[in-house]
């Protein structure tokens, strides 16, 4: 299976790592900035690198040829129609909340904000509206009473991340195709950023 791996970072670097060791090729890395993490790992180990021209958009050349699967991993751009239509089964992503729930760039600190009891983690499709796909794979776990958003996602939230990823990578390479289960939108919520602006 021939991966295009779109990302940035420790999370970039650390599915990098996972998608290497589960037996897949990732013929590729795209990254909005030339000095990040995961590019420099990527080169160092024979992967290319490429840099977005846009770094909120990725676009169907960015994309290596024949990709099955575009995986995302800490990426903040938006994956054009035209890229996933470049790849055989499209393209996932991991999102820190129990989808629809927390949808947005802040999911574990509404979490923790909101007081939820249960938080979780989804593996879901790309898709136009973001973090609106299909979902592929879903989790949950406790929220400790007391406990920070890091706190949360370095417990909980970043393994169950790992362990979601590699089981559809898992499903795709024995199936040839992706779990599919769309998001009930009745339970849809927002998870804006928290950061003053």
């Not at 991340?161 to 919520?189: N, S, Y």
């Amino acid at each position: 299976m021939r991966i295009t791996l779109v990302g940035s970072r420790h999370f970039g670097v650390t599915t990098l790592n996972m998608l290497r060791e589960h037996g897949v090729d990732v013929v590729r890395v795209v990254v909005a900035d030339a000095d990040d993490r995961l590019a420099a790992t990527a080169r160092s180990a024979g992967i290319e690198a490429v840099v977005q021209e846009h770094p909120r958009l990725v676009v169907a050349s960015e994309i290596a040829p024949r990709t099955d699967l575009i995986v995302t991993a800490h990426s903040h751009a938006r994956v054009s129609k035209e890229a996933l239509a470049a790849a055989r089964l499209g393209g996932i992503g991991y999102h820190p909340s129990l989808l629809p729930r927390h949808r947005g760039m802040a999911a574990v600190e509404w979490t923790i904000k909101e007081g939820d009891p249960i938080a979780g983690g989804t593996v879901y499709h790309l898709a136009e509206r973001m973090d609106a796909g299909a979902i592929a794979a879903q989790d949950w776990c406790f929220v400790k009473k007391g406990e920070t958003a890091r706190e949360l996602w370095e417990r909980a939230l970043a393994p169950l991340r790992q362990r979601l990823l590699a089981e559809v990578i898992d499903f795709a390479k024995a199936h040839g195709t992706l779990p599919a289960k769309p998001q009930d939108e009745q339970f849809a919520t927002k998870a804006p950023s928290l950061a003053p602006h």
